[in-house]
């Protein structure tokens, strides 16, 4: 399961002034934007009780799933954002003791993350609410219909890899 790194990513949710969008789905999109914008930024006011970015927790979350740790490198595969900013969230973790770098067996120049005793514990107190929380976003909306949403923005996320790779190709 990949968690996208929603710290690096800037969201414009400002409708451009179209008379009439030549794509009757523009609104679904701008709707999407606002969703998303509307999602981190109550997901940066939950974490602010443990003084911990979205970010930092996703990070803590995948490591609390995995008890042997992930190299940095996983950690950017999963969180879909740049090693630096591994190396930034780990750095700032470590600091206060929730995380520790091993080294990688069999390559001296990878790093193992591991959730810390303390790491583990503050995972496992913020889960709960984390859960009770996340289950409210979904209120009114019936299983069959969140499975649907999940599908469909699976496609449209697809489909803007796919799209910024077809222009960056054409721009060469």
């Known amino acids: 399961m990949s968690i996208v790194d929603m710290s690096t990513i800037r969201l414009t949710t400002v409708a451009v002034n179209h008379s009439q969008p030549s794509d009757p789905r523009y609104p679904a999109l701008l709707q999407l934007l606002r969703t ?3 999602i981190w930024n109550a997901s940066r006011r939950f974490f602010e009780r443990w003084d911990l970015s979205p970010a930092q927790f996703n990070l803590m979350n995948l490591l609390f799933e995995s008890e042997a740790g992930l190299t940095q490198s996983d950690l950017g595969r999963e969180l879909l954002t740049h090693r630096s900013n591994i190396t930034g969230l780990v750095d700032r973790l470590e600091s206060r003791g929730w995380v520790t770098r091993r080294e990688e067996a ?5 790093w193992r993350v591991v959730l810390t005793p303390a790491g583990r514990r503050i995972i496992e107190e913020i889960l709960p609410s984390y859960d009770r929380t996340a289950t409210l976003l979904w209120e009114g909306v019936s299983t ?5 949403t999940a599908a469909v923005l699976k496609e449209v996320a ?3 890899e796919r799209g910024i790779e077809r222009l960056e190709q054409e721009a060469a």
């Not at 069999?106 to 990878?110: L, N, P, Q, V, Y």
């Not at 069959?144 to 649907?148: F, G, K, P």
Request: aromatic letters at 0%; hydrophobic letters at 30%.
């Open 36 to 38: 998303s914008d509307v």
């Open 106 to 110: 069999g390559d001296r120049r990878a």
């Open 158 to 160: 697809d489909n803007a």
């Open 144 to 148: 069959r219909r969140a499975m649907e």
